[in-house]
């Protein structure tokens, strides 16, 4: 094991490193998507941990292309509305 000490962060220190609510932090937890530790009553994480956590949530470009709609033509989108219309009738 290292000669360097462990840097322990309580729930609430290494919720606002992350930029998160303490109930996200619990969830991740539970989850086992960050590893934590139960010290008497605490919950503490090392903050080694946390770093890593954010570095294997980094986004790799181009993963995103889901979050964006196919864009619809015009001709299409006209065609539908009067399809709807004469359903109607």
Request: charged content about 30%; overall charge negative.
């Amino acid at each position: 094991m290292s000669d360097a000490q462990i840097e322990w962060l309580n729930t609430e220190t290494a919720a606002k490193r992350l930029g998160i609510t303490t109930r996200t932090l619990y969830r991740f937890i539970n989850e086992g998507g960050l590893p934590a530790y139960r010290m008497g009553r605490v919950i503490r994480v090392k903050q080694a941990d946390v770093d890593a956590f954010v570095e294997s949530s980094r986004i790799e470009p181009g993963t995103l292309g889901h979050l964006y709609p196919d864009p619809v033509s015009v001709g299409s989108a006209d065609k539908g509305e009067e399809g709807d219309a004469d359903a109607e009738s």
